[in-house]
């Protein structure tokens, strides 16, 4: 099941300039899509602003005072012009004294956060960590738009391929909970549709991802359900039984044979067990390829569940055609009296029916 998307609503207009304004801004040896850092965060860089932080630049000042009224004015979202002009007049100024310029836009009006998300876009190329130190600024300023605003910078990090960077700074971003939550689900989706191996490598790698990797796995099925149901069976505890259910049952889905292929090439384990179990007792396996389910049932290393299972099977066929079950234990390297221990538990009445 695939994690839903977050939506939101963010003027078309602003979008497609905002992009403009990345492409224009990014140097001729920039490579869109060329990550500042493998996995790990690219540490910040220091800006030294060349006034105090305290006192606001007379033509910093100037301009604030002259653009302010602009988009206060605003009824509805910012036409290219304005927010071409606003950027072109603000953008040097994230370098020179950015500390009174975020504070400054609370000022503008509800349109503000567009030429906040605009402004961060702008620096993205040249210094991505620096964009996403503006971009929880700018949260912090206008807490009510933090989620459109950082929603806004997921795809624009996606492309890119600063997928790390921006989960980091999401986890300690000034967001709610819920939207924090909702916000590192979509980036890790984004990242796996991508490279699910390097953003699984990264969840492992990294404290309090591990909620990230449900989503990122499920991309991996679609791409490569081999690698990743071999990517689950590599998990330690829960997480691998639950991600290796999906795994392979989406991949006997899409490609029973190979996943069969898969499950009998495994040595035993007692971590495919509970997955080995419930596909070789799966009723539509049983009725159109009863010999595949016998010889994943005899891979199950654990004893007691193999033969729980082999008891589930036989009531199974018992449903289908009492002459299957008959037939079932001498298809088996059993002893004569399992045999007939096999037939009495699988047509035994279910606690659930004995006080019928």
Known sequence: ????????????????LAWGLLRLTASADDEVGAPSAPLEAAAPRAVAPIVSATTVHADLAAVLAALAPRWRALAAAPDAALLRDSVAQLQP???RQPEPLWPALAGFGPQAWTLGVALVIAVLPADPAAALRHAAALARVLPAQAEPIY??????????REHALLLAALAHAPLAEDARERLRQDAAARWAETDAARAAAWVQQTGGAAPLLPAIHDRWINQDARSATAFASSLPGAEREALLREAVSRWLALDGAAAREWLRSQGPQAGLDPTLALHASSDELLRHQPDEALALAQRISDPALRWQTLVTMARHLDDIDPALTDQLPSRLPLMPDERARLLAEARAPLPAQQGE
């Not at 795809?155 to 890119?160: F, G, K, L, M, V």
């Open 93 to 95: 100024w994230l370098m």
């Open 151 to 160: 929603a806004a910078l997921l795809e624009p990090c996606a492309q890119r």
């Open 1 to 16: 099941m695939q994690p839903r998307r977050a939506h939101f609503v963010w003027p078309a207009l602003a979008l497609g």
